[in-house]
């Protein structure tokens, strides 16, 4: 659902199921922005969160998180709790990765 949203407002998505999976798409891709659910398989949001902000190399990224409990998204640019609304995480995302307001 989340790559229908972010393609339909003019994104480029790579997906993975969790977040050891996101770990190798960012190392292979290296994406603008980061968007995690805090609670994944494998490897949690948070954990992976971690792990990008403590990687040099990663650090800079922009991260969304989306999260039942916000206090479990510690590092990110932005958190958005659930349920949260298709419209402002396409804003806060562009916010982040510098675009500005999308049209709706």
């Known amino acids: 659902m989340l790559r ?19 770990m ?17 398989p494998v490897m949690d949001g948070a954990e992976l969160i971690r792990l990008l902000r403590d990687n040099p190399a990663t650090a800079h990224l922009p991260i969304v998180a989306v999260s039942g409990d916000l206090h479990l998204a510690h590092g990110a640019d932005a958190v958005l709790s659930k ?8 804003a806060v995302s562009d916010r982040l990765l510098g675009n500005g307001q999308h049209p709706a």
């Open 4 to 22: 229908r949203v972010f393609e339909r407002a003019g994104h480029q998505v790579v997906e993975a199921a969790n977040g050891a999976a996101a």
């Open 24 to 40: 190798r798409c960012i190392s292979e891709e290296a994406p603008n922005l980061v968007v995690t659910d805090v609670m994944m």
């Open 83 to 90: 349920p949260y609304i298709w419209k402002e995480l396409i």
